[in-house]
């Protein structure tokens, strides 16, 4: 079949593990609405849905999504072991009866289940791409992972900023001449509704009014986002700036733990949890300062998507962060696990409000000029282009 500009239309798979709202699911679904309005033939899969989005993303998306229900969190393991093997028969089946010309895999665990099948059903073109670390990794399952990419199981590794290369490389063992780089993009922020309304709309939401300091944290609320160390920040910003306010978007096991630590410290009244959030870029606008406290990152959406907005931003020095801010410049960089260093990266932007400004215009130029959904996804069309034309002769298609 034939696209309207004569380029052939090839199939693609989008594989990911969980459907969730989180950085690379967010990746996903960028780039397969962008391949299907190119003239693709898209599909999305997902072993399993975790926080109830199926019907959601279906009448949000033009392609095709698929739940491959192959595990379930709040069941056991001898359960999940045998809908995990139902899941891997149904996606055997479903790659098998679509012929696809390309799959891409997204984080180590659909890398590590959905390559083999592919090849095994015959996909020509199988690329797995790497996110960063994931929490709690065993060391059987890096092994694993590196030595399926390195085998002919998988034709290249994409990470998605250099330091996630170099991760992949040193403890996978992954070869570098596999692992091709390619930068994170977002979807750039619409203007449609007026950003002081919006701005309001979240205050007033909050109990909160215009002499409040929003300082915004975005992620899940596990041990590698670092959220610990910013909740022991929170007493020695408050003591400075007493109306300062801390808001936490995201679920995760921590919370409680989280919420015990604010009440010890006496900070409750200075800190929101307000769990998973759809509006996250009427949160953006409504905030004065982002904070990304991780311990371990690959090039996070969520600060991309802070800078875009304006918003002087703190992040620790982990992963691909040192790419897109240059420390003192676009925002501030500091060491992880320092909550010392957190606070004294805040107060400074508070106390300086001209700096802070001066920083959010600058990691907002930063974002247009290098990291948008369309830079990345014609990266990523070279590379792919670049396999199928070595894989699927001409009259194949």
């Known amino acids: 079949m034939k696209t309207s500009s004569n380029r052939p239309q090839y199939k693609i798979l989008f594989l990911g593990t969980q459907m969730a709202l989180a950085g690379a699911q967010n990746v996903l679904t960028s780039q397969a609405t962008w391949f299907h309005e190119k ?98 990794s065993a060391s059987w399952l890096l092994r694993l992972h590196g030595k ?23 403890h996978e063992r992954v070869k570098e001449k596999k692992v091709k780089v390619i930068l994170n993009g977002i979807e750039l922020p619409n203007k449609a509704t007026s950003e002081k309304s919006r701005r309001m709309d979240i205050l007033n939401e909050l109990g909160l009014n215009t002499d409040n300091k929003l300082i915004l944290s975005v992620g899940r609320l596990t041990r590698q986002k670092g959220q610990s160390y910013l909740v022991d920040a929170i007493p020695y910003v408050v003591e400075k700036f007493p109306s300062a306010t801390f808001v936490f978007a995201g679920d995760g096991y921590l919370l409680s733990d989280l919420e015990k630590k604010s009440k010890k410290l006496k900070i409750e009244s200075n800190l929101h949890f307000i769990g998973l959030r759809t ?115 001409h009259d194949e298609i």
């Open 148 to 170: 399926i990419i390195n085998s002919g199981i998988a034709i290249c590794l994409i990470a998605v900023s250099n330091q996630v290369k170099e991760y992949a490389v040193s």
């Open 279 to 393: 509006d996250i870029a009427d949160l953006l606008i409504a905030a004065d300062i982002f904070v990304l406290p991780s311990l371990s990152e690959g090039l996070p959406i969520s600060l991309l998507e802070a800078m875009s907005v304006g918003l002087p931003v703190v992040a620790t020095q982990v992963g691909g962060i040192e790419d897109v801010i240059e420390n003192e410049i676009g925002g501030l960089v500091i060491p992880p696990k320092n909550f010392p260093s957190l606070a004294t990266a805040i107060i400074r932007l508070l106390e300086n409000p001209d700096e802070a400004e001066k920083m959010g215009r600058i990691g907002r130029e930063q974002v247009y000029s290098r990291y948008t959904v369309g830079q990345m996804c014609q990266s990523y069309e070279d590379l792919f282009l670049h396999f199928l034309s070595e894989t699927i002769p």
């Open 39 to 136: 003239g693709y033939d898209v599909t999305i899969a997902y072993f399993y849905d975790k926080q109830e989005l199926e019907a959601i993303w279906r009448s949000k998306y033009p392609f095709k999504i698929i739940n491959l229900h192959a595990w379930n969190a709040r069941k056991s393991g001898p359960y999940n072991f045998i809908t995990l093997c139902v899941g891997m028969v149904k996606l055997f089946n479903l790659m098998r009866a679509n012929k696809y010309d390309l799959i891409e895999t997204f984080t180590s665990h659909s890398n590590i289940l959905g390559l083999p099948v592919a090849w095994l059903t015959g996909i020509p073109v199988r690329i797995g791409s790497h996110h960063g670390k994931i929490e709690d």
